[in-house]
């Protein structure tokens, strides 16, 4: 006797595709566990040209929706773009009503609440079909941008079935500000595969990248979009200057920032600091980690980045802004330091604590990877799988 399996609607903002392949890698992660006992369908943004409107990876349908993109991300704008998330929404809205008719699913997952929330609870409320809202940190804080997305937060999160926040604070700051039952919001962290994220030697992972052997890397991967922060790291390493001999800064990632970037980088006179290295693919990560010697996160915004659990396993000590859930994981020279968001003078001072000091530099090195065990991505997989079928029951 066959036993058919319940279906499962992802509707996400943020998904890999072939020109950024690391672009909400941790939800393709989570799709591919959970579809072993769930039938899974993703409904995703268009966002470049070249990416297609429909694709299998590892037997999940994906499904991209149009929106006049321009080939930029929403969160690349400054000001809130109304018209372009008012087609995003109708056009994501369309093709999730007709995969809702075929398919009849028995629950959707929501990942950011902000714009694809939005979606998942109207489809929820014609289908009649509970929803998870899965708060992942940048969405929370375009809540809080004027009135109107205030009220269409705590409308949201009222309708939804059940909240899953990616950090302890972000679950406070949502109970506190849409006063939302406590026992509505489970806490579950993306999680890191401690396998793929392991240390490697350091010496030999550079001699195949062919970087320098001397230097002291500092990494940092992510958007190179405004939320990042990345001009106050420009900033810190213009006042590090004296260090220029010893600092090398690698910079992973694309966005509508880098020539700005690279601009001030070179009007400050400290473009030699820094290597542009692009895109790199998901599987590629964990080398350049373990090339360097620090990771930094210089975020203006944050949930509870996956970089920085990635970062951690690999044995990297984090440098980051004292933003989000971050917080959480990080814990002040054990693991690594943090800084004032938007302070280049506090981000500066924090490098060079680790730069002229050894002993904290090899201790906070021997117990990154231990201090985020317990975040294992198969043990939060676990707990997604159990939320799903308490929502069933």
């Known amino acids: 006797m ?6 499962i609607l992802f509707i996400t ?3 890999p595709d072939k020109i950024e392949p690391h672009r909400g890698h941790f939800v393709r992660f989570q799709a591919i566990e959970l579809s072993k006992d769930f039938d899974t369908i993703i409904l995703t943004p268009k966002i470049y040209n070249k990416t297609p409107f429909f694709e299998i990876d590892e037997n999940i349908p994906i499904y991209r929706f149009p929106f006049f993109s321009g080939n930029k991300k929403l969160i690349e704008y400054k000001k809130i773009p109304f018209f372009k998330m008012s087609i995003y929404f109708l056009s994501g809205f369309i093709l999730g009503f007709f995969l809702m008719i075929k398919n009849r699913f028995h629950l959707i997952h929501a990942h950011w609440v902000v714009p694809t929330g939005i979606i998942g609870i109207f489809l929820g409320m014609i289908f009649r079909c509970p929803v998870i809202l899965h ?19 705590k409308f949201l999160f009222n309708r939804a079935e059940r909240i899953i926040s990616v950090s302890d604070n972000q679950k406070k700051l949502i109970v506190d500000s849409f006063f939302i039952p406590d026992e509505k919001i489970s806490v579950i962290p993306n999680g890191v595969d401690t396998y793929l994220f392991s240390p490697k030697e350091k010496n030999f992972v550079r001699k195949d990248l062919k970087l320098q052997m001397e230097s002291f890397i500092i990494l940092f991967i992510g958007g190179l979009i405004p939320v990042k922060g990345l001009f106050n790291l420009v900033k810190a ?21 880098k020539s700005k970037l690279i601009k001030i980088a070179n009007d400050l006179e400290v473009l030699d600091f820094f290597f ?4 790199k693919a998901h599987e590629e990560i964990p080398l350049w980690m373990n090339a360097s010697d620090l990771f930094v996160l210089p975020s203006l915004s944050e949930g509870l980045p996956n970089v920085v659990l990635e970062a951690l396993s690999t044995g990297l000590p984090v440098i980051a802004s004292n933003v989000g859930g971050i917080n959480e994981v ?4 054990v693991n690594g330091l943090l800084f004032k968001p938007g302070d280049p003078e506090d981000l500066a001072k924090a490098i060079l604590r680790v730069v002229k000091n050894p002993s904290l530099f090899n201790n906070m090195k021997k117990n990154a990877r231990e201090s985020i065990k317990k975040l294992d991505s198969m043990k939060q997989i676990d707990k997604i799988r159990d939320l799903y079928r308490r929502c069933f029951n």
């Open 13 to 15: 903002n943020s998904y």
């Open 237 to 257: 390493a213009c006042i590090l200057k004296e260090y220029k001999d010893k600092l090398y800064f690698i910079i992973i990632g694309e966005g509508e920032e």
């Open 2 to 7: 066959t036993i058919l399996k319940k279906k």
């Open 330 to 333: 990080i814990t002040e020279e």
């Open 276 to 279: 542009f290295a692009g895109q």
């Open 135 to 153: 708060a992942r940190g940048t969405d929370i804080t375009y809540l809080f941008k004027n009135r109107f997305f205030k009220k269409l937060g």
